[in-house]
């Protein structure tokens, strides 16, 4: 490969104003869709620099797993719920320097986090990776063992490290998923075979049945204890939220 | 054909000791599939749900008292690929995590027969997040520590919003994945900075590189550290982290409350006190940090507690308190004191599931957990009062009791570490005194007082689960037992926390000097 | 001539930086112009095809043959006014088409035409090309979000839900692959179809993957938002789903798009399972009959082979569009949830069954052949349709005592 160095450090700085641009878009921009759009924007600028260091890998799963899949989701999500669509989802009440204090703090420790990692005693000290003390990442790149690696794009030692030194924690994350899962449908399934039971009309699955859902759920009369009168899609019909 | 060289590996990561993870996957897997497969449930076929997941349960206490007699642990060892140390110090916690697994499924039964429809997936979740949090406790890899803290972080959320139709129970789920998502992200944060600054994720590793560090506290270490202390704090319910508990412990079913101020909590402790004892073992720094949390927590804790009116958000500032009074053990950091802390935690899993499993049965007689409401219980149900007394009583440390020796063994260890921590002491027994205001008060009304309107109305043919009377027992068996034979427990304690200490850096960093 | 024109470059004298940009721009430039006289063609032979299933004449007017009817279409798209009805987001509206347009070719980058017409020879190909594609999604679903129309709206999130649905049974069988060649390096997966030279009895779909060609085919004319998964777009529904606002240039990149994307997916799916540009016999003709060698000959016939392939696909879908009716959307997802992810999670496990078979016998990759698979295909295909039937004795089950339950629910509220 010739030496890029040059157009490694454009694109360097340009992905990386365009992740901090764009996480600072998602924090201040008043529209919860371009909040996403920037979120989208940040993720593939983080894949940019993951191509720069190397790792083609994680830059294409970064992009099929957060940039897509992730923003998909959150847009997806912002459709089925916001009905206004440029609405700032706080509202008005809050003071108009609310952000003052949070900003502050956040910079404070920003700052004190760049001082400390540019301090001078600051040292690359690896025990049994690849680097050694103070090894330059260009020249860790002309290592044999590094250069193995990079060559088919990290995907045979990321397998490699999956299946030995990560084990546990990745079948572990299977598991960990498995009940995300079952948690995501307890908390969103709208009616259980064991509710049907109950002799309630099956319920329609078409997006406006969230008033029928609302009638069938009172009668289930389902609480907690001393709250049984409060019901959780009742007092979803009172605010008006579908 | 089949290449057997698998199986050999399989063999030499020590699998064979997570034997009780393993276990508790598959049960997991069984009652999940026969959940699914048999959609509309009679009454009888949960109650028999809950038997399999309780044998399950079992079955894994049994497998790991197993793999603890069949292999004794003389040092630690080295499981799947050192990503998980198995040590006496991870096989307490286990026990103690499995054990308040089994008694959480016990006392939940009844209590979600009343008050959902959907009971069995409440299994497969405490068994998931059991398995997240037996796995923490013996981890040994900031990957593991974080699939594993992740697991049962998320089953808690989702065990939080059991009731789904309950605005509380969703309000406490909401209330507890925000918090607990800035919470992981900080925590992630800190260990990505650990990473940076060591090259590695092992804690052996780790602690090696930042062997280097010892005498010039570098910045990025304190930030770490304030980081971890915040996630850590989080899920310890220490001030100022504990804004969550009251609201959830309240919004939650109760017997979700009661796991998460009990299994949640170990687990935590457990890792905790691993990093700490391995990872940052030089750093006198965490004392101070962990020294104000302490108190601010046993402070915060027991003063709003005299405030309140409902039995399940006192039994949360409780916890808070009690997380306070357990820090203190870590801010002295000796042996002793650590151990204590162990003891501590064993004697602080009986008292407070017991006290938690009279409050269930206590409204699933009156459909109430206001404090006024135990009034006279004395009267219709003096079992149950005479449990619920014992268990307030431990946790007020009154003699006889667990509590008290736990109390005494810690604060002995505290004030003996040296001049600097009598005032820690001094506090803690001022808190412990003020807790006996609103202990006792409770004991007072069901004793004494005549009997409220709800105590009134228990009809003296209402069933008590007797999954719940045993569970209750139990507990308060145990509290008893521990209060009268502390010693045996203690030893065991001290013995794990050795081997805690072995695996201290140092100790490691001087072998490879000798090799060189 | 690819050495030619580089060493030209490199005899410029310019930086080495420039001559790389230079390279990839001209790559591009060629790669695209191929996908753009494609899409053109496409649009008539879809409208021929059509035609000739409806029993029409389809266009006949503009040019022999109606030749030159895109192109017409074209012209009169560029001079089209712009219209942007009040309410609408105007950014994301604006932005909306090139997104969606953007990503679907520069896929084209990644796909090898021939073993020299190639953007980008990179290790983990066949992920980034899944990755792209699926991001062309975010483009459809702003744009159902930036028209203000309820049609759009619900246009764009069918697709979206479909996208992310599709996306997993797409990527699934495609790890089959993957798992077959043991590499994600998409020239080194056609290499290894051809590996033995047996021809088409050496392609995946024939010899080891045939599951999951078929899951492949069907979830990507559904990624391609093709009839009968069409749901996004459906003209009868939704006049048109997310595009209904669009008029002019834009409307004319989502089409575009749209066309450029099944011709994607069709050379992608040649690439994985028809050997790519090699020829039906095994190996090149012009090379195994003819002894030709001349490089720029045989690269003329790989790219006849893989447009011959494609086209074939092409065609197919064509077909399939004129005959099939919609899907309804809880069908699309079931199809999708309860079939095709259980089936190719089954599909992977029978792979790795055969890998591992493979690896006992001492060799790295599957090397497939007409006879050396026997052996492990029964093998593995065994053990999937003892897992199939399993799985259908489980559910039938349960679909028989769901059916059951829900008569007794009619009866009792009767």
Not at chain 2, 169 to 192: D, N, P, Q, W
Not at chain 2, 489 to 509: D, E, H, N
Request: hydrophobic fraction near 55%; include cysteine; charge should be neutral.
């Amino acid at each position: 490969m010739e030496n890029l160095t040059l157009l490694n450090q454009i694109s360097f700085w340009l992905f990386a104003i365009m992740m901090i641009g764009g996480a600072l878009g998602v924090v201040f921009h008043k529209s919860i869709v371009y909040s996403a759009l920037l979120l989208l924007v940040t993720f593939l600028s983080i894949a940019g620099l993951f191509v720069l260091l190397n790792a083609p890998f994680i830059a294409a799963a970064q992009i099929l797993v957060y940039g897509v899949g992730l923003t998909i989701v959150l847009i997806f999500g912002i459709m089925l719920t916001g009905d206004k669509p440029f609405v700032d989802p706080v509202g008005q009440e809050r003071p108009k320097r609310y952000w003052l204090i949070p900003g502050v703090i956040a910079f404070a420790f920003m700052g004190f986090l760049l001082w400390s990692l540019l301090s001078p005693n600051y040292n690359f000290t690896a025990v049994n990776g690849l680097f050694l003390e103070r090894v330059q990442p260009s020249i860790a790149e002309t290592l044999p063992g590094v250069q193995a690696i990079i060559a088919d794009g990290g995907v045979t030692h990321i397998g490699l490290l999956l299946f030995s030194k990560y084990l546990l924690p990745f079948e572990l994350a299977s598991v960990l998923l498995l009940l995300a899962m079952i948690g995501a449908i307890i908390l969103s399934k709208r009616q259980f075979p064991e509710e049907e039971a109950e002799g309630e009309p099956h319920v329609s699955q078409d997006l406006d049945g969230g008033a029928m859902e609302g009638k069938s759920c009172c009668s289930l009369n389902e609480g907690n204890g001393n709250l049984a009168s409060e019901n959780f899609d009742s007092e979803k019909e009172t605010l008006g939220v579908h | 054909m089949f290449d057997l060289s698998s199986l050999t590996v399989m063999s030499q990561q020590n699998l064979f000791y997570l034997l009780p993870e393993g276990i508790l996957t598959l049960g997991l897997l069984v009652v999940l599939c026969l959940t699914i497969f048999n959609p509309k449930k009679t009454s009888e076929e949960n109650y028999a749900l809950m038997q399999v997941s309780l044998i399950t349960v079992l079955l894994a206490l049994s497998a790991l008292a197993w793999t603890f007699l069949r292999v004794p642990v003389i040092t630690p060892q080295k499981a799947a690929y050192s990503s998980i140390t198995i040590d006496m110090f991870g096989y307490l916690m286990r026990m103690l995590i499995l054990l308040g697994a089994g008694v959480t499924i016990a006392i939940s039964h009844r209590f979600l027969e009343k008050n959902t429809r959907i009971v069995s997936d409440f299994y497969v979740l405490i068994m998931g997040a059991s398995l997240g949090g037996m796995l923490l406790a013996s981890s040994n890899d900031l990957i593991m520590v974080f699939v594993a803290l992740e697991t049962l972080s998320i089953t808690s959320y989702i065990l939080a919003g059991y009731f789904r139709r309950t605005i509380k129970s969703a309000e406490a789920s909401l209330k507890y994945l925000i918090y607990g998502g800035m919470g992981t992200a900080v925590f992630l944060f800190g260990l990505s900075l650990v990473y940076g600054l060591a090259g590695s994720t092992n804690f052996q590793d780790i602690g090696i590189a930042l062997v280097h560090y010892h005498g010039v506290v570098h910045p990025t270490l304190i930030v770490i550290m304030l980081m971890i202390v915040a996630a850590l704090g989080f899920k310890l319910s220490a001030a100022p982290f504990h804004m969550w508990a009251p609201d959830v412990y309240e919004g939650a079913p109760t017997p979700v409350s009661a796991f998460l101020s009990v299994v949640s909590k170990t687990a935590a402790f457990a890792i905790t006190i691993r990093m700490l004892l391995i990872l940052f073992s030089g750093f006198a720094e965490w004392a101070v940090i962990w020294g104000i949390l302490a108190v601010l927590s046993m402070i915060i804790g027991n003063f709003v507690a005299l405030k309140q009116h409902n039995a399940k958000r006192l039994l949360a500032y409780s916890t808070v308190a009690h997380a306070g009074y357990m820090l203190l053990g870590l801010v002295v950091g000796t042996s002793v004191s650590v151990s204590s802390l162990l003891f501590y935690l064993v004697t602080y899993l009986f008292m407070n599931l017991g006290a938690f499993a009279a409050v269930i049965a206590f409204s699933t007689l009156t459909q109430t957990d206001e404090i006024t409401a135990f009034s006279g219980l004395v009267q219709k149900r003096p079992w149950l009062t005479f449990g619920f007394s014992i268990c307030l009583l431990s946790l007020t440390g009154i003699p006889i009791t667990a509590g008290f020796f736990a109390k005494f063994f810690l604060f002995q260890s505290v004030a003996l570490a040296g001049p600097v921590y009598i005032w820690l002491v001094i506090i803690a027994l001022l808190n412990s005194t003020i807790s006996m205001a609103y202990y006792l008060n409770i004991i007072r009304l069901m004793v004494v007082k005549e009997p409220s309107a709800e105590v009134e109305a228990i009809s003296d043919s209402a069933p008590t689960s007797s999954a719940l009377s045993t569970a209750l027992s139990f507990c308060v068996f145990a509290t008893l037992l521990l209060g009268i034979f502390a010693s045996p427990f203690y030893q065991f304690t001290t013995l794990s926390v050795q081997q805690l200490a072995q695996q201290r850096p140092m100790v490691i960093s001087q072998a490879i000097f000798q090799k060189k | 001539m690819h050495d030619l024109i580089y060493r030209l470059l490199m005899n410029l004298g310019l930086p080495v930086e420039l001559i790389f940009f230079i390279w990839a721009g001209l790559m591009f430039v060629v790669i695209s112009l191929v996908g753009q006289v494609a899409v053109v063609f496409m649009v008539l032979m879809e409208r021929k095809v059509l035609a000739w299933i409806t029993q029409r004449k389809g266009p006949n007017r503009v040019g022999p043959w109606g030749l030159l009817q895109t192109v017409a279409d074209g012209v009169k798209l560029l001079f089209k006014e712009d219209i942007m009805i009040p309410g609408q987001d105007k950014f994301l509206f604006t932005a909306a088409p090139i997104l969606f347009f953007a990503p679907t070719f520069v896929i084209y980058a990644l796909l090898p035409f021939t073993d020299k017409l190639l953007g980008l020879n990179l290790p983990i190909g066949l992920l980034l090309i899944f990755a792209l594609s699926s991001l062309s999604v975010v483009g459809i679903v702003l744009a159902g979000w930036g028209s203000n129309n309820k049609y759009s709206l619900i246009g764009g999130m069918r697709s979206a839900a479909q996208a992310i649905s599709y996306e997993i049974p797409l990527v699934l069988s495609a790890l089959g692959v993957a798992l077959a060649a043991g590499t994600l390096n998409l020239k080194t997966i056609i290499e290894s179809q051809n590996a033995g030279q047996y021809g088409i009895f050496s392609w995946y779909w024939l010899s080891i993957l045939p599951l999951s060609f078929v899951i492949f085919w069907s979830s990507s004319i559904a990624e391609v938002n093709r009839s009968p998964f069409d749901l996004p777009e459906a003209e009868s529904e939704l006049v048109s789903g997310y595009n209904t606002e669009y008029t002019g240039m834009k409307f004319a990149l989502f089409f575009l798009a749209e066309y450029a994307s099944l011709f994607g997916m069709s050379v992608l799916m040649v690439i994985l399972f028809f050997g790519g540009y090699y020829s039906p016999f095994g190996g090149l003709l012009l090379q195994k009959w003819f002894h030709i060698n001349d490089p720029i000959l045989l690269e003329f016939e790989m790219a006849t082979w893989l447009i011959i392939k494609t086209y074939i696909f092409i065609a197919l879908a064509m077909l399939i569009r004129g005959t099939l009716p919609r899907l309804k959307p809880d069908q699309l997802m079931g199809f999708s949830w309860k079939f095709l992810i259980p089936l190719s999670l089954v599909n992977i496990l029978s792979i790795a069954i055969l890998k591992l078979t493979w690896i006992g016998t001492g060799l790295k990759t599957i090397q497939a052949g007409p006879f050396t698979f026997v052996v492990p295909y029964i093998v593995a295909y065994g053990v999937l349709a003892i897992v199939l039937f399993l799985i259908l004795v489980i559910f039938g089950n349960i679909f028989k005592r769901k059916v059951i339950s829900r008569i007794q629910l009619q009866q009792r509220t009767v």
